[in-house]
Nanobody, 126 residues
Framework: QVQLEESGGGSVQAGGSLRLSCAAS????????IAWFRQAPGKEREGVAT???????TFYADSVKGRFTISQDNTNRFDLQMNDLKPEDTAMYYC????????????????????WGQGTQVTVSS
């Protein structure tokens, strides 16, 4: 049973930073891609960042480029460093994993990801 567990959410003021972590288990060597998505109340879930484990290629939503960084910190942990946070970054953040398979046609779209975590809340106040 694949499990993804997010941590690191919280409340910060605009301009602050947070680091989210996604702990994955088991068979993490089979993970082809890890992504972070977010969903604000009343809005659709949107892709924030994607990390391809083999090539270490990354993709970012335009709204977070230059502020967020996705990385693999060890075999089973994937982080999202978020700097210069803005009130519009407020959302529930989810970790998603694609085990095996091929390159995704749209790495920032939720279709194609096999497993999801429960989410961690990020709140940014102005």
């Amino acid at each position: 049973q694949v499990q993804l567990e997010e941590s690191g959410g919280g409340s910060v003021q605009a301009g602050g930073s947070l680091r989210l972590s996604c702990a994955a288990s088991p068979y993490t060597y089979k993970i082809f891609a890890i992504a972070w998505f977010r969903q604000a109340p009343g809005k659709e879930r949107e892709g924030v960042a994607t990390f391809y484990t083999g090539s270490t290629t990354t993709f970012y939503a335009d709204s977070v480029k230059g502020r967020f960084t996705i990385s693999q910190d060890n075999t089973n942990r994937f982080d999202l460093q978020m700097n210069d946070l803005k009130p519009e970054d407020t959302a529930m953040y989810y970790c998603a994993a694609k085990y095996g398979g091929n390159w995704l046609p749209d790495p920032l779209h939720q279709v194609g990801y096999n497993y999801w975590g429960q989410g961690t809340q990020v709140t940014v106040s102005s």
